[in-house]
């Protein structure tokens, strides 16, 4: 009955913006940590944000200062705002729910 949807993904340009959006249903969303992985070809998926309940935010170095996670609890939505992309964040992203659920992915190609 879990599930979460992605959206928000495309192809933009070094220096451009996005902002996914991760729906979800099924969960006590207001009590559970919700976080965005990325999986680029080749690599392992790793963890560029999270954010608790309780709004506490992580994020992996490589994306601080520029990338924000948010959530609104009314809507049952994570976001991922994407500020100054590079290269180097194409990769396909993933919501990821409780630590355990996962979204299909959305891709995300930075052009150069």
């Known amino acids: 009955q879990v599930q979460l949807v992605e959206s928000g993904g495309g192809l933009v340009q070094a220096g451009g913006s996005l902002r996914l959006s991760c729906a979800a249903s099924g969960v006590i969303f207001r009590l559970s940590t919700m976080g965005w992985y990325r999986q680029a070809p080749g690599k392992q998926r790793e963890l560029v944000a999270s954010?608790?309940?309780?709004?506490?935010?992580n994020y992996a170095d490589s994306v601080k200062g520029r990338f924000t996670i948010s959530r609104d609890n009314a809507k049952n939505t994570v976001y991922l705002q994407m500020n100054s992309l590079k290269p180097e964040d194409t990769a396909v992203y993933y919501c990821?729910?409780?630590?355990?659920?996962w979204g299909q992915g959305t891709q995300v190609t930075v052009s150069s």
């Open positions: 990821n729910g409780l630590r355990t659920y």
């Open positions: 954010i608790t309940s309780t709004g506490s935010t």
